[in-house]
């Protein structure tokens, strides 16, 4: 079944320890981003990839680092979450780009204390 | 000023009427437009791209108006099954903002019996 993959699902953790949410995709797919989602601020996204080893800053980049060694993962990273990084993220891919339908993985809680 | 603007509603509407949803976007350089539909807390899905010439999809019609920047979508016959949050979304692949998308904040649509 084609799909975007998101581990974990909910996470509750604390400020400053680092943590790892985990992106796959099983469609070849070259565009991989991250958003995140906070009521009343709709989907911002927070990096993204053209394919592997090319990555770029989105709108709300500030606190998160990915890295793309393999066409099929894009992990978020959380070098030192803070409560102010508490939301619903939410991985897409697409085929080649921006201009087609992008797939979303389930989501991932996190809850910052 | 946001990229993308949508009348959060929420709009509250019976069974068969029809309701329309409006959406401007700022970037007059941007290419590619689309309405795509989240039900509460669980990832958005493309419900349809929007072209330049307006485009119907059975009950669902898009409508682009390049010169005024706005999108807009129409429901109509509306289903219980339609109540969701619909999402306006833009890209932009031109200069530095090559390869970001811009999400609306959704407009919530309620369908009673």
């Known amino acids: 079944e084609a799909q975007v993959t998101q581990n974990p699902r909910y996470l509750i953790t604390v400020t400053g320890k680092k943590l790892t949410v985990t992106c796959s995709q099983n469609?070849?797919?070259?565009?991989m981003s991250w958003y995140r989602q906070d009521p009343g601020l709709g989907l911002r996204q927070i990096y993204y990839?053209?394919?592997?080893?090319?990555?770029d800053k989105g709108d709300v980049p500030e606190g998160y680092k990915v890295s793309r060694k393999e066409k099929r993962n894009f992990p978020l990273i959380l070098e030192s979450p803070s409560p102010n990084q508490t939301s619903l993220y939410f991985c897409?891919?697409?085929?080649?780009?921006?201009?087609?339908?992008?797939?979303f993985g389930p989501g991932t809680r996190l809850l910052v204390l | 000023r946001k990229e993308v603007e949508q009348d959060p509603g929420p709009f509250n509407v019976p069974e068969g009427a029809t309701v329309a949803f409006n959406c401007t976007y700022s970037?007059?350089?941007?290419?590619?437009f689309f309405w795509y539909r989240q039900d509460c807390r669980k990832e958005p899905k493309l419900l349809m791209s929007?072209?330049?010439s307006g485009n119907e999809d059975g009950r669902f019609t898009a409508q682009l108006n390049r010169a005024s920047q706005y999108i807009s979508l129409l429901i109509r016959d509306s289903k219980l099954s339609d109540s969701a949050t619909y999402l306006c979304?833009?890209?932009?692949?031109?200069?530095?903002?090559?390869?970001?998308?811009?999400f609306g904040r959704g407009t919530q649509l309620t369908v009673w019996p």
């Open positions: 979304v833009v890209n932009s692949d031109r200069g530095s903002t090559l390869g970001r998308l811009y």
């Open positions: 929007v072209y330049s």
């Open positions: 469609m070849n797919h070259e565009y």
């Open positions: 990839s053209m394919n592997v080893e090319v990555t």
């Open positions: 897409a891919s697409s085929y080649r780009g921006i201009s087609e339908t992008q797939y």
């Open positions: 970037n007059s350089a941007s290419q590619s």
